[in-house]
């Protein structure tokens, strides 16, 4: 398969042109200071935090002008080139967002980019809250709780950063990542592509641990410089918003079929989608952290969630900043994605899903980039990846339990336990239901 010269030319202009440009950093230019937390619990937890917003809307105006004016160089219809201009729109949607922070508008932009509590999957019936209840349903704990876990002594924020950064240079081929200890970050964990920033009077259970790994440096780090070594695509190394949900749900599935994705974690993931919806509906601040509390989240943590979900709107309600729908919805999309392609047995498909900073709907391009010998194989490959032999196996298996009915299966084994229930000896009656165990900040 071969490309119209013409339509290379193009793409490497153009590019070029968005791998030179300073990327934009929207998460940091709307996160709230340590300074505003520290405020908050100072005075009793019953005020409104004040934020302030400092972004240069004329630079940004400036770069919204000069993307379109890219935009409009790009001439013709190849599949290659609409993938073209949504890369550059991408970048246009993400200045747009920033220029509007601290607004009403800024809400209105974050669900066009990323969705909203509601928005609905594939234009079915369900929605992204529909998960996130089902899941919260799912997860609670019943029985007589008589079998415990051990305890275990959590990691201080040292430890973790030895751990991290022990694995890093172990791994191979080997991936430029600093671990070092912030005292500025809000976040338990801050990562980008070639840092991670760890807060330092942070803990961390063993599974958040293993989180960690696999969601910040096997996902987001490893696509990010799996996109910067690709000679004509060095932007790949940042999708800009139109490639969260995927990039989000390919580091959910790493923790879930790594196995450290624990029942807090997913709990605390489908909260959000929850605290989401109470913001689209007019909850403020306040009514997010009162209503974390109430179900036993710690303060600091409740805090967390509260202003991961206000940040950069407002913080009296009504407009929120939509991006934590994008986990559950990206985990829903991705494993439906692998368990399409990897029936067919389609490695060479699966693996350009690590070969940047992508969005599922890219694929199809990106696989016809590859066949013209234009778009090079990932460098890096994530451990679920590698492990393709035990990979396939698993989807193989899913694939036929797809098309059983459980219902009968469920019906038989919930009659075996309640026959067992109760022929269990006066006073070890069921003591109804349990919470999850408490959650931790986990990955971003």
Request: glycine residues 8%; aromatic residues 8%; hydrophobic residues 45%.
């Amino acid at each position: 398969m071969s490309i119209d010269r013409a339509v290379l030319e193009q793409i490497e202009r153009v590019g070029g042109r968005l791998a030179e440009a300073k990327a934009l950093r929207l998460l940091d230019d709307i996160a709230w200071p340590r300074e505003v937390e520290e405020r908050f619990f100072a005075s009793g937890e019953d005020r409104l935090p004040e934020v302030e917003y400092r972004v240069d809307r004329d630079a940004l105006g400036r770069r919204v002008a000069e993307l379109r004016e890219l935009l409009l160089s790009i001439d013709g219809d190849a599949p290659a080139l609409a993938w073209l201009r949504d890369s550059v729109r991408a970048q246009i949607q993400a200045a747009q967002l920033l220029e509007a922070v601290g607004t009403r508008e800024f809400s209105a932009r974050s669900r066009e980019l990323y969705g909203g509590a509601r928005t609905r999957f594939f234009g079915g019936a369900l929605r992204n809250i529909d998960l996130a209840e089902h899941l919260t349903a799912r997860l609670e704990v019943h029985g007589w709780d008589e079998a415990s876990d051990p305890e275990e002594e959590p990691l201080d924020a040292a430890a973790l950063r030895d751990q991290l950064a022990a694995r890093v240079a172990a791994r191979r081929p080997p991936l430029d990542i600093e671990i070092a200890l912030d005292p500025r970050i809000t976040a338990k964990v801050v990562a980008g592509m070639s840092r991670i920033r760890v807060r330092p009077e942070a803990t961390f259970a063993s599974w958040e641990a293993e989180g960690l790994w696999h969601h910040e440096v096997e996902t987001h780090a490893l696509t990010a410089h799996n996109g910067a070594a690709q000679p004509r695509f060095s932007f790949l190394r940042s999708g800009g918003p139109r490639t969260t949900r995927t990039q989000e749900g390919l580091a959910i599935f790493a923790e879930l079929y790594s196995r450290s994705l624990s029942v807090g974690r997913l709990t605390r993931l489908a909260e959000r989608v929850r605290l989401v919806d109470m913001a689209e509906q007019g909850a403020s601040f306040l009514d997010l952290y009162r209503h974390l509390r109430e179900r036993g989240a710690e303060r600091r943590d409740a805090y967390f969630d509260a202003q991961r979900v206000c940040r950069g709107g407002l913080c009296e309600g009504g407009a929120p900043f939509t991006k934590d729908v994008c986990y559950l919805a990206g985990l829903l999309e991705v494993y439906a994605f692998l368990a399409a392609v990897l029936r067919g047995g389609l490695r060479d498909e699966v693996e350009l899903l690590v070969c940047g900073r992508i969005a599922l709907d890219d694929i199809a391009v990106l696989a016809e980039l590859r066949a013209a010998g234009a778009l090079e194989r990932p460098r890096y490959l994530p451990g679920w990846l590698r492990a393709w032999q035990t990979l396939l196996p698993y989807f193989a298996f899913t694939s036929f339990m797809d098309g059983i009915d459980l219902g009968p299966v469920e019906r038989h084994f919930q009659e075996l336990l309640r026959v067992a229930a109760d022929a269990r000896p006066a006073g070890e009656g069921r003591r109804g239901r349990g919470r999850p165990p408490a959650a931790h900040s986990g990955p971003a």
